[in-house]
């Protein structure tokens, strides 16, 4: 029985279904009715966008013209790449022309969208400018080039329309036409002058990281060491800096210049090192490379306003925030202010402008807005995200608002400002990066028409060679200025600001965290305080003290850099450089330790040397003598010290001794407004000053010396008493005092010479307090300091730096 039934269910299924099939067939022929008189969507429109956008990747890779008019061809290239696994068949690329967008947030969303949208991406164009593929295997990209007259295209009005390009095809589970990839792009139009056209200010920076060393050679033209040799790739044909000037040579913009980017080519130009890290150099070779630089940079600039960033584009935001509570920053900033008119008016013949301050990424508060004015500068570059509008305007004001104090705010459009970053080597990110920023500089007019405005443009520091090309093709698109015109950075900053716009700096609260996390930190600005002070110091000493402060006083400035920004260890390795740098030269001006030093007598003369190492001389120095103990031993304070450049000089000090015994003597320079110059210099004198036996031999010389002066007094007083006996006058008379025996011969008295000889000849005699005494070769045992080696013999001439042997005796 159940081997029966299902025999039966079995034979029973093909007739309920043959039955269903029936009933439903009777069912839907009035509805297939109906549906038949509506027009049939085409698969390609009922297929999901995100089950077929993503098998086709499409790439624009350039659209000339970037701008089109009434009497152009629009011409769009590019590829398409199968990255399915399956061969798409009977394919071709179309154009697709899509709504306009009535405002700058909208081309911001379109910009971002993905995939296809059958309602936004809008109809393709005819077929007559669509390319053919029969077949695109996957993993297979091919080339592309759609060119259509611009009146075929149908546009209804000015404005910003979306242009896409899509690739439609079957693939073997659907045979049917449908959009697989598309890309889309903007098509800004407005083939007549618009009525109020918006001024555009572009800054074109030609900016760089520091690059010179502080050190330089001792030769008359100071040759300059470079930290590396990747400023000389930067300038090179087809370089970063090479592209800067060659692009910007025919664009009309504002040069803003880091003069310090121009100091170090033009040392370039002369004999020059590289610095290699094993601490070696090696000779740079690219002198030609700079010379032509500078010659294309001064060409480019002639007819252009040049606006010169402090020396070295100091970090004004790390110096608001951490340095200008440390002594001497702010005057730093004051300095390179300075120094940048005088050093691109070299290299240019005329005088920049630097009036202007520039932030970091244009951010600021109002910390940053008091340290950026306080050297000069009245006008603050700014961005818009960072002065944001609070009053709900409809449209873009100008860019200059009042702040105060006769301050102006230059705030920069941070849309415009931002449009080329990232890796633009790609030409589909430089063309879709160029239509862009052409259609948000048209949607500007058309957000109040008639209402002309003057906006600003300060895009990033060092651009690439990339970003550069893109920049310059978005500045060429606007050549014929149709909606805008272009203006220098001063016409923007003395353009009559909005009435609505906002004037408010943020608080420091405002500032970005992320900017504030790469801020140089406060011991950057000690530490370049540390070495201004070593350098005030050591300048005053020098004949030629601009071969010094120069370069050191440049190398401080160059501390300060937004270039150190993320770079954090590099920048401790810099300022460590410069400080290193300036030990060595103020230790090359040193004393030659003395060894023990031997004292016989009452007086002496002790020599101290003084070794100038430097190539120049030093001046304006004293060199002071000081004993440690003075009731035993007595020295001349001070003597003045001048010496040339490689030479040493011997300072000779009068010493009087009081006592016998070890005086402990400290001898240091000064400079001539007394402070204290390197280390100070301690040497020991041992004191054998006169004794009780040399009292007791000068005595008895003395004794003897009064006893033979009395013995010859009576020797002649006797004399001349015979003298009147023997008289005529009375001849048996005689004088008291005559001599008994005037027969005897009379004895001679003994001279001082010969009483002298005597007293030399003496074994118990010493040496007289004045000779001098040959140096003790044996240390006090009581004394715990270890015995020097003496001085090197004094002369005028170089001298090495090493010790004098022992057997050294002091000058009486």
């Known amino acids: 029985?159940?081997?029966?039934?299902?025999?039966?269910?079995?034979?029973?299924?093909?007739?309920?279904?043959?039955?269903?099939?029936?009933?439903?067939?009777?069912?839907?022929?009035?509805?297939?009715?109906?549906?038949?008189?509506?027009?049939?969507?085409?698969?390609?429109?009922?297929?999901?966008?995100?089950?077929?956008?993503?098998?086709?990747?499409?790439?624009?890779?350039?659209?000339?013209?970037?701008?089109?008019?009434?009497?152009?061809?629009?011409?769009?290239?590019?590829?398409?790449?199968?990255?399915?696994?399956?061969?798409?068949?009977?394919?071709?690329?179309?154009?697709?022309?899509?709504?306009?967008?009535?405002?700058?947030?909208?081309?911001?969303?379109?910009?971002?969208?993905?995939?296809?949208?059958?309602?936004?991406?809008?109809?393709?164009?005819?077929?007559?400018?669509?390319?053919?593929?029969?077949?695109?295997?996957?993993?297979?990209?091919?080339?592309?080039?759609?060119?259509?007259?611009?009146?075929?295209?149908?546009?209804?009005?000015?404005?910003?329309?979306?242009?896409?390009?899509?690739l439609s095809g079957q693939t073997p589970g659907r045979s049917y036409d449908q959009v697989l990839g598309i890309e889309r792009t903007f098509l800004p139009w407005q083939p007549d002058t618009a009525d109020g056209k918006t001024g555009i200010s572009y800054l074109w920076p030609l900016i760089s990281t520091s690059h010179l060393a502080a050190r330089t050679d001792s030769d008359a033209e100071q040759t300059r060491t470079l930290r590396d040799d990747s400023l000389a790739a930067e300038i090179a044909p087809g370089g970063r800096l090479q592209q800067m000037v060659s692009l910007g040579k025919n664009l009309p913009v504002t040069w803003v210049v880091d003069p310090d980017l121009l100091a170090t080519v033009d040392a370039m130009t002369k004999n020059y090192k590289i610095a290699n890290p094993d601490g070696t150099t090696t000779a740079g070779k690219h002198q030609a490379v700079a010379k032509q630089w500078l010659k294309d940079f001064q060409e480019a600039t002639e007819d252009r306003e040049v606006v010169a960033l402090p020396f070295a584009d100091p970090d004004l935001a790390s110096l608001a925030h951490r340095g200008k509570d440390v002594g001497g920053a702010l005057g730093q900033l004051k300095s390179a202010t300075d120094l940048a008119s005088s050093t691109v008016e070299t290299v240019l013949g005329r005088k920049p402008r630097t009036d202007f301050a520039w932030p970091a990424e244009g951010a600021i508060d109002s910390s940053v807005v008091d340290v950026a004015t306080s050297a000069g500068a009245h006008n603050v570059i700014t961005r818009s995200d960072s002065l944001r509008e609070r009053g709900g305007l409809p449209y873009s004001p100008t860019a200059a608002r009042p702040i105060g104090r006769g301050n102006t705010a230059v705030s920069a459009d941070a849309r415009l400002s931002t449009a080329f970053r990232g890796d633009l080597s790609r030409a589909e990110d430089s063309t879709l990066a160029v239509q862009q920023f052409l259609a948000q500089t048209l949607m500007v007019t058309m957000q109040a028409p008639g209402k002309q405005r003057s906006i600003v443009v300060a895009p990033q520091r060092m651009p690439t060679a990339t970003q550069a090309r893109a920049m310059a093709e978005a500045i060429t698109g606007l050549e014929e200025e149709r909606w805008s015109q272009a203006k220098d950075l001063s016409d923007a900053a003395k353009a009559k600001p909005d009435p609505g716009a906002t004037t408010q700096v943020p608080g420091a609260g405002a500032y970005p965290r992320s900017l504030r996390k790469q801020e140089l930190p406060t011991e950057a600005f000690r530490d370049a305080r540390t070495t201004q002070s070593s350098l005030d110091r050591?300048?005053?000493?020098?004949?030629?003290?601009?071969?010094?402060?120069?370069?050191?006083?440049?190398?401080?400035?160059?501390?300060?850099?937004?270039?150190?920004?993320?770079?954090?260890?590099?920048?401790?390795?810099?300022?460590?450089?410069?400080?290193?740098?300036?030990?060595?030269?103020?230790?090359s001006i040193q004393l030659v330790q003395k060894s023990t030093q031997t004292l016989?007598?009452?007086?002496?003369?002790?020599?101290?040397?003084?070794?100038?190492?430097?190539?120049?001389?030093?001046?304006?120095?004293?060199?002071?003598?000081?004993?440690?103990?003075?009731?035993?031993?007595?020295?001349?304070?001070?003597?003045?010290?001048?010496?040339?450049?490689?030479?040493?000089?011997?300072?000779?000090?009068?010493?009087?001794?009081?006592?016998?015994?070890t005086a402990w003597v400290t001898a240091r320079l000064y400079t001539k407004d007394g402070m204290p110059y390197g280390a100070p210099m301690t040497f020991r004198v041992k004191v054998t000053e006169i004794t009780s036996t040399v009292m007791l031999v000068i005595a008895g010389g003395v004794l003897l010396l009064v006893l033979a002066g009395i013995r010859m007094y009576t020797q002649r007083k006797r004399a001349a008493a015979r003298g009147a006996t023997d008289s005529p006058d009375s001849p048996e008379s005689s004088e008291p005092g005559e001599s008994p025996h005037p027969e005897q011969p009379e004895e001679p008295a003994p001279d001082?010479?010969?009483?002298?000889?005597?007293?030399?000849?003496?074994?118990?005699e010493e040496p007289p307090a004045e000779a001098p005494a040959s140096q003790d070769t044996e240390p006090d045992a009581s004394d715990s300091r270890p015995e020097q080696q003496g001085d090197a013999t004094p002369d005028t001439g170089p001298e090495s730096g090493e010790a004098s042997g022992m057997g050294e005796k002091v000058d009486r």
């Not at 993503?54 to 990255?83: C, F, R, Y």
């Open 1 to 166: 029985m159940a081997e029966a039934a299902q025999f039966q269910g079995t034979r029973s299924a093909p007739a309920r279904q043959w039955l269903r099939r029936t009933v439903a067939g009777l069912l839907g022929a009035p509805l297939l009715v109906g549906l038949l008189q509506i027009p049939a969507a085409s698969p390609s429109q009922a297929a999901p966008a995100a089950s077929t956008a993503s098998a086709v990747d499409v790439s624009i890779d350039s659209m000339t013209p970037t701008t089109p008019t009434d009497d152009d061809t629009l011409t769009v290239k590019g590829t398409v790449t199968n990255k399915s696994k399956s061969t798409i068949t009977d394919a071709h690329v179309g154009l697709r022309l899509g709504q306009t967008l009535d405002s700058r947030s909208a081309i911001d969303t379109a910009s971002q969208r993905t995939g296809y949208a059958y309602g936004a991406d809008g109809t393709e164009v005819p077929g007559k400018y669509q390319a053919e593929i029969d077949k695109l295997p996957s993993g297979i990209t091919e080339n592309f080039s759609l060119s259509i007259p611009v009146e075929d295209l149908d546009l209804r009005g000015d404005g910003i329309y979306q242009l896409g390009v899509s």
């Open 538 to 587: 050591f300048q005053v000493i020098l004949s030629q003290p601009d071969r010094v402060v120069t370069p050191v006083g440049n190398a401080i400035m160059r501390e300060m850099s937004n270039s150190w920004r993320g770079s954090a260890r590099d920048a401790t390795n810099y300022r460590r450089s410069v400080q290193d740098y300036l030990t060595d030269l103020s230790q």
């Open 600 to 661: 016989s007598g009452r007086s002496a003369t002790i020599p101290v040397t003084v070794q100038n190492n430097l190539v120049q001389g030093i001046e304006g120095m004293k060199l002071v003598l000081t004993s440690g103990q003075p009731n035993r031993l007595e020295v001349k304070q001070e003597q003045a010290v001048q010496i040339e450049g490689g030479h040493s000089q011997s300072v000779k000090f009068d010493t009087t001794a009081h006592a016998n015994g």
């Open 752 to 764: 001082a010479e010969s009483t002298e000889e005597s007293a030399q000849e003496s074994p118990q």
